[in-house]
């Protein structure tokens, strides 16, 4: 049993992890940032290694691998985007639904070096980045609009300032939303539902889904 976490799968060599909102995934600078994801599983699987992260106020899956071998071989699997990724979000505003059942949002994020840890979209610098994204619902009375994003690339907070770009900042966003769109919810509504990736030893395709609080 691991305080506060859903564990959705656990075998030798790799663990899956429901996160919860609010916790970060490693630990931060300072003594109040101790408590994370990663310290709270490494005292009940003491070789459990981090391969990816999700931001503090993103909730939803995540995997940890159990040893170097492990670590290395999902985050190889990472690094060439042969892991899908698969998050629910709702946006402020109705976005129009794309011509096909989905669209791309293709633009370069940088570091905004003047508010770090902030990311901005920078045409002439920034790092490729690429979201795939469809509409799956609008809410009226709400005028918001829940829809399922695949970042294809992984750069940080990608999924943010893509949608902040598209003037459909997520709901709850406190970096990146206007203070009323903060004040809309009491979270990020932004969940990492689904993640599929090929199992380190075996080979087999897996797939692990959790379904979000909003």
């Not at 794309?98 to 633009?107: E, M, R, S, Y």
């Not at 903060?182 to 993640?195: F, K």
């Amino acid at each position: 049993m691991i305080a506060g976490l859903s564990v959705l799968y656990a075998d030798a060599t790799l663990l899956v992890l429901d996160k919860p909102a609010g916790l970060l995934s490693v630990p931060g600078r300072g003594a109040d940032k101790q408590d994370c994801l990663s310290a709270r599983v490494q005292r009940c699987y003491p070789d459990a290694l981090i391969v990816h992260r999700l931001d503090m106020a993103t909730s939803g899956v995540m995997v940890m691998a159990r040893g170097a071998a492990a670590q290395r071989s999902l985050s190889r699997d990472f690094s060439s985007r042969s892991v899908t990724k698969r998050y629910l979000a709702v946006a402020d505003g109705h976005l129009a639904p794309p011509p096909q059942d989905w669209a791309v949002i293709d633009l370069p994020i940088g570091v905004d070096w003047p508010n770090r840890p902030l990311r901005v979209i920078d045409l002439a610098r920034g790092k490729p980045s690429l979201t795939r994204w469809r509409l799956l619902s609008h809410d009226r009375t709400g005028q918001t609009s829940r829809l399922e994003l695949e970042p294809v690339t992984g750069r940080s907070h990608q999924l943010r300032v893509h949608l902040q770009a598209l003037g459909h900042a997520i709901v709850g966003d406190a970096l990146y939303g206007s203070p009323r769109v903060h004040a809309m919810a009491g979270r990020l509504l932004l969940h990492a539902s689904s993640i599929a990736f090929a199992h380190p030893l075996s080979g087999e395709r897996m797939c692990f889904l959790s379904s979000p609080a909003f």
